[in-house]
């Protein structure tokens, strides 16, 4: 158990919708990253944010916002979902943002289905 | 642009037989580099960080290297329980955690 926590783990829902996706961080972690997963692809990047500010940004489309709270848990928002936003969704956290690199550990994932 | 390549792809092996993972990478003010491993539909497990070049870490039958350019995975004597895609990340100065494809390993009795 990395301490990382994603709800839900499944989500199936139709294209056009509007989904949230959550993470809790490992207690005293202030750096959380989303990534996207889809079948047989890498981890794609999609934003950071370190102790409630928005900190790095990858690939994210328009139609995705995230943002992280000030008890540090993350929302990662889906809108406008079209088939090819099916994958698994990761959320990672690390302790800091600062100096040398640390390394993330990451939650089980939310699958998302768009049908 | 930053970027993390890891070679092969895909890898083969028989129990016992001992062999090498690659992941070269090109990044504005390196970090950290990471190896991770992953199980089909699951988050990635973190394995070992390193830092700068020359840099060794060892955990059972794994060994990490790191040089200026690339890191290598160096599996000995795998276990079917060691069959997963190992990932290779780098974090550079903004702070982006970049991930590679990955090497999807299987290793048969």
């Known amino acids: 158990d990395s301490g990382v926590t994603q709800t839900p783990k499944h989500l199936i829902t139709a294209t056009g919708q509007r989904v949230t996706l959550r993470c809790s961080p490992r207690s005293g972690d202030l750096s959380v990253y989303w990534y996207q997963q889809s079948l047989d692809q890498g981890l794609q990047f999609l934003i950071q944010?370190?102790?409630?500010?928005?900190?790095a940004k990858g690939n994210i489309l328009e139609r995705f916002s995230a943002q992280q709270f000030p008890d540090l848990h993350s929302e990662l928002n889906l809108s406008s979902l079209e088939l090819g936003d099916s994958a698994l969704y990761f959320c990672?956290?690390?302790?800091?943002?600062?100096?040398?690199?640390?390394?993330?550990?990451f939650g089980q994932g939310t699958r998302l289905t768009v049908v | 642009e930053d970027q993390v390549t890891q070679s092969p792809e895909a890898l083969r092996l028989q129990e016992g037989e001992s062999s090498s993972l690659n992941c070269s990478y090109t990044v504005s003010g390196l970090r950290g580099l990471f190896w991770y491993r992953q199980d089909p539909g699951k988050g990635p497990e973190f394995l070992f960080t390193l830092y700068s070049a020359g840099e060794e870490k060892e955990k059972e039958r794994l060994k990490a290297t790191l040089t200026k350019k690339e890191s290598f995975l160096h599996i000995t004597a795998p276990k079917p329980e060691d069959s997963a895609t190992y990932l290779c990340?780098?974090?550079?100065?903004?702070?982006?955690?970049?991930f590679g494809t990955g090497t999807r390993l299987q290793v048969f009795p």
């Open positions: 944010y370190y102790n409630g500010e928005e900190r």
């Open positions: 990672a956290s690390s302790a800091s943002s600062a100096g040398i690199g640390t390394e993330a550990f």
């Open positions: 990340a780098v974090q550079e100065y903004t702070d982006k955690l970049i």
